[in-house]
């Protein structure tokens, strides 16, 4: 079961990058400009991702089937996927037959226009975003064993699907098969992960079912400990740890946005530096999640 779970999580990582490389192809025709499409669908992909994770990170401690949820969120990616170059067109067909022309020369034009676009691949982002707390929960009630390992190599097999995806989105799958068919290539894959995860979920039975003990004490507690100084003092490092989260994402990617311009001077061309900017990112995201597979349970002092 492990193997399937991590060649799932692989899979879904593919198919999820090649969703965020073919989004800026679609968002560059919609708004006319390719490098700021590409700052679109990272703005909207990973607050998405953020926002899936926010909704059901603390819910996942106690679902009783975290890996069917998983199985129904990777569903509900690939069902949308399916039928996302024809939302594509018919919102393209009513955003320039009506709404442009009636806001034509407006400053509410371009945040309208963003605004459809950031709106057509939220809702897919935040399912994605459900997907890692999902897996972690049902994976690590199977397998309770080595949290930090079992975390590390998720991480890495999510990370390293998704620097492949990245790569053969654009420049293999987007000459064979276009925008319409690179788009029904990710969403095959979401509906076979869901496939997979189901059948092996409904294998295994209980073991990955029941809620952790104690209602999630064999997992960090999603939420600030309190009362007594011990408690005050935990809380306090506990929201200090969130914002230097915070500011270590704000700066990896300025670092990711400036990287694509700088590439785009190299290379001539914006979409493929952005294909190779993420997959190279992406990757080194990988390779040190596989680096601390086998440290992050033996280091005394993680802070």
Known sequence: MKTVLYLAFFLSGGAGLIYETIWSRYLGLFVGHTAYAQVIVLTIFLGGLSLGALLVGERSERTRRPLLWYAGAELGVGLFGLFFHEAFLGLQGVAYGSV???????????PVKWGLVGALIL??????????????????????GHPGRVLSLLYFCNSFGAAVGALVAG???????????????AAVLNVSVALLVWAADKRSGAASGAPLAGGGSEAPSASPPSGGGEGVERGSLWRLLLWVSFGTALASFIYEIAW?????????????????????????????????RARADRITDPL
């Open 100 to 110: 442009f022309p009636a806001l034509a020369g407006s400053p509410l034009l371009i």
């Open 260 to 292: 694509i311009r700088m590439l785009s001077l190299v290379l001539g061309t914006a979409t493929h530096s952005f294909e190779i900017m993420l997959s190279a990112f992406i990757l080194g995201l990988a390779l040190g999640a596989f680096w601390m």
């Open 171 to 185: 420049f293999v799958l987007l000459g064979m098969f276009g925008l319409p068919g690179t788009v029904l290539t």
């Open 123 to 144: 809702p897919p982002s935040v399912l994605l975003g459900t997907t890692f707390p999902f897996m972690s929960a049902g994976f690590l009630r199977s397998f309770p």
